[in-house]
C-alpha cells in the first residue's frame, strides 16, 4: 500500500478538472470539430454523443494525443496537456476494434503498459491478475487474442487500459463491435468498473441509450458542434432543440402552425388537429414543431390533444407495437 | 432414367463433400507446368548429376566437387554475396516501408522511384556501375575533391561491385514485399501501444516489427534465392576468375567450357541444396514466432 495523501478537493479521479478549451481540429477544409469548451470533473463519466461524422472521435483522439489540435487547449488542473505525446499522457484507451496486440497472450497484452514503464515484475504480475480478476478472465491469461470471444477481448482492451490507472480513461464506441444481448452486458459491466473505481472516463457513442445509460454528463454533438451538455434527465426530458429531440427519441416532429402563445404554453393548429404544449426554446416564426415521444400516446378516441392516424406499417415489438401512419 | 439422374446427383453431391468438383480444373495448367518445366527437369538434372562422364560410383561428382577446392570455394564465394546482399535489402526496406506505410501525398511517386531498378537489366546495372564506381567515376572523383582518399579505391571487377549491383537489382523486390506486409498490420495497434505509454522505439520494438518477423523472413528468403543465383553481374563487374567465381559461374563454366553436363548438373544441385539448407534454418526459427493475423486488412 502506498500512502497517498488526500489533498483537499482532490478527488479520485486524481486531478480535479480536465479543460478543454476551445478545441479545434481541421481536415483540410473541413471543420471536425469546432471550438469544443467542456470541463470534465474528476470521477465524472462523460459521454460523447452523436451521429458519424459530428466529430466526437476526433474530440476523444484530441484528448487522447493522438491527433494534433488545429486550434485551442487543453488542460489538466493547471498542466497545458495538449502538446503532449499520447505516451506521456497516461490516459488508457479503449478502441472500438479492440486493438489487441496478436501476438501477445492476454497476459502480455494487459501488462504491456506496465512493462513500458518499466515496473518490477512481481508488482507487475499482481496488478495483472488484479485487472484480470476485475473483468473475470483469469482464467484465459495465458491464451491469444484471437482465441477469445469478442465480448472476452474487450474485456482485455479494458482491463488494458485500467490497469496503467489511468488519470482518464477514454473509450471509442467500446460496444459496437459486440451483438446485442452482449452489448447490454457490458454496458452494466463499464457502469459497474466506473461505479466501483471512480475513473474519470470519456464516452463516445453514437448511441443514446448507451449514453444515457452511463453518463453523467452527456455531450451532445453535430458537425462538430456542441448542441446540448447536460445530464441524461435533462437531455432527455429537456432537449434544446429539435436535432436533440429527435438523438432522445422523440420521433415523432410535427411542425405545425402557432395559434396563440401565452407564457410558456403554447397552441399548434391545423384543419383536424390542435396540439397544446410547452415551449422548450424561443420561437418566433409562425409555426413551430412539436416533439412527442412515441410512449407518451395513449390510443383512444378522446378530443383533447387527439391526432387522427391511420395507420400503414406495424411492427411487432413484444408489449409495443411500433406504428407509422 | 429419372434413378440414374438422381444418383449422378447424389455421387456429385458426396464428391464436393471432399473437395473434389469441377473448380479443380482449374489447377490443370498449373500442374502441367509445374510438371512439364520444373519437375521432369530436376529430376532428370538429379539424374544426370548421378551418371559422372569419368565413370567412378554415383557420387563421383559430388566428391570431386568437395575435393577440388577451386570449385567448392564458389559456396563460400556465392554465399558471401548473397547473405548480405538479402539482409541490405530487406534490412534497407524495413524504415523506408515504415515511413512509406499508410496514405498520404507523394507516395505513388515515391514508390515508383524505388521500384523503377526493378525494369533496368542486371546488364544496364553492370554497365552504369561500371562508369560509376569506376576509377574515373564519380563517385571516385567526389571522394577525391574532397580529400577522403588520395587515390581512386576499386570498387570495380570484384566483390564490391558484384555486391552493389546485387543490391541495386535486389532492393525493389524486397522493399514492395516488405512494404505490403508492413501495410497489413493494422496501424491501431501503434496507437494503442502509444496511449499505454510506449514511446516511438518501444512501439516499434515491441508491437510493428514482431508482428512484421515472419513476414521479414519471408523477403529474405526469396531475396536471398535471386542473389544466390546471381550470374551476368558475377561477370561483368565483379572478378569472374576469382574473388567472384561463384557458383552459378562454375556450373557455366562445367557445362559450356568443359561440356560435362553431368558436373554442371551437380552444381546446380547443390545449389539447390544450399539454397534450401539457409531456407530450412530460416523457417525453423521462424518457426518459434507468432505468425497468426495482424490485425489489418490483407493480413
Redesign the interface.
Known sequence: MTHQSVLPGKIRGGFRALRMDGVSRRFGSTTALDRLDLTIEGGEFIALLGPSGCGKSTALNCLAGLLPLTGGSIWLDDERIDPLPPEKRGFGMVFQNYALFPHLPVRGNVGFGLAVRGIPKPEMARRVDEALALVELSDQADKLPGRLSGGQQQRVAIARAIVIRPRLVLMDEPLSNLDAKLRLQMRTEIRRLHQSLGLTTVYVTHDQEEALALADRVVVLRHGLVEQIGSPEQVYTYPVNTYVAGFMGYRNLLELPVIAHEGGRVILAEPGLRLIGVAQEPFGGPTAVAAIRPDDFRVGAGQANAIRVTVEVAEFHGREMAVEG | MAATGAARVVLRHRLAERGIDRVLLLLVPAVLVLVLLFLYPMLYGVGLSLQPRAGGGVLANYQAFFRDSYQSSTVWKTMRLALPAALVNVGASVPIAYRLRGRFRGRRPLTAILVLPVTLGTVLVADGLLRYLGPKGWFNRVLLDIGLVHEPIRLIYNYWGVLFSLLITGFPFAFLLVLSYMSGI?P??E?????????PW?RVR??TL??LTPGLATTFILAFVLAFSVFPSANLVGEPANETRVMAIAAYQAAFEKYDYSMAATIAVLMGVFELLVIVLVLLWCGRL?T????GKGA
Open positions: 493494422d491501431t495497434l496507437r494503442a501501444a502509444a496511449t499505454l505509454g510506449a514511446g518501444q515491441h508491437i514482431p508482428l507468432y497468426g493475423s495482424t490485425g
